[in-house]
């Protein structure tokens, strides 16, 4: 049982990846009529409905008691503010980090996006480092090097951009990559933070998203009213919403709760394959479907090497067993 859901978990994180990240992309370059969604809303919307997931699953783990359910959200949210206040910090970067999605992917390709974004890692080791104490091994800090290298790979200027230089300009390019690396440093410092409460707390991981949510909502809307407040008072909070906004708000709620079922079922072996795979599956369907990426083979070494780090960086070797003595 325990092995099918870690395989269940990680084609859920596969899927859920790969097709938030061109949905995604796809929805923000989209021409059709009338005004686009406002990314700063669709966030918000994302919030609300994880919260609403989690308090399903506290629901369900409460054994279905609305009684059990409320008493649960009062005692462990509103009888401890002090612990509940932990989380507005990285829950504001983790807010602003979804922002800087949407700007990445409105100005990067996917396959592009995909790769660059695996940096994550590299931030998250460092801010382990100095903020855990943890202790890297040898595999692992010979796997950062690599990423480091495959990703200046992936984003060496070559001539096939110049095919999408009327649609897309090297200062947009530029745009989109600030974008990203910056996401990579939140969503480091956000993650290990994260995890160093939720070490230091007997919290469920449900309700801990439950106050993410929360603060996520409160600075979403913050966000929405500074940026966008002209423009929700003329077409409304929802303007520009179809099927496709749905669906990629959908998958980014799904997003935090598919990572939090891979880390209790799954290992990062196989989570590290379950990244390379998206990323194969992303530059496959953003040069077959999207059309908007023309891969090279600079691109396909950085690609290799940064599945390689990937992996590198998961690897666990075994320690060699000790001779029974006699």
């Known amino acids: 049982m325990s092995a099918n ?41 994302a919030e609300l409905l994880k919260i609403m997931a989690c308090i399903l699953l506290v629901y369900k783990d409460s054994k ?39 700007v990445a992917l409105s100005n990067l390709d996917a396959a592009t996006y995909q790769v660059t974004y695996q940096l994550k890692i590299l931030t998250t080791a460092l801010f382990s480092v100095s903020m855990l104490s943890k202790k890297l091994g040898v595999y692992q800090w010979l796997s950062l090097v690599i990423l480091m290298t495959g990703v200046a790979f992936v984003q060496w200027p070559s001539d096939s951009q110049e095919l999408n230089s009327k649609e897309l300009s090297a200062g947009s390019q530029f745009v989109g990559l600030m974008a990203v690396l910056t996401a990579c440093f939140s969503s480091g410092f956000a993650g290990v933070y994260f995890e160093k409460i939720l070490k230091e707390t007997k919290q469920s991981v449900w309700i801990r998203n439950i106050q993410l949510g929360f603060f996520g909502s409160i600075f979403g809307l913050m966000g929405v009213y500074v940026y966008d407040g002209e423009l929700v008072s003329k077409n409304g909070f929802f303007q520009g919403y179809n099927r496709l906004t749905w669906i990629v708000v959908v998958l980014q709620a799904l ?72």
């Open 5 to 45: 859901l870690k395989y269940l978990s990680l084609g859920i994180l596969v899927f859920q990846t790969t097709s938030l990240v061109l949905t995604m992309r796809y929805s923000r370059t989209l021409k059709e009529e009338g005004p686009r969604y406002l990314s700063s809303t669709a966030v918000v919307v």
């Open 64 to 102: 279905c008691s609305l009684r059990a359910l409320n008493r649960i959200l009062h005692d462990e949210i509103l009888n401890k503010p002090m612990e509940t206040l932990k989380l507005a910090i990285p829950s504001g970067i983790y807010t602003l980090q979804n922002n800087l999605l949407y």
């Open 255 to 326: 997003g935090g709760l598919v990572i939090a079922a891979v880390i209790k079922y799954a290992d990062n072996i196989l989570k590290g394959f379950a990244t390379s795979l998206s990323i194969i599956l992303s530059t496959l369907i953003s040069y077959f479907w999207l059309q908007d990426f023309v891969p090279t083979s600079v691109f396909f070494l950085g690609a290799i090497l940064v599945i390689t780090a990937t992996f590198l960086y998961g690897y666990d070797p075994k320690p060699a067993g000790n001779p029974t003595k006699a």
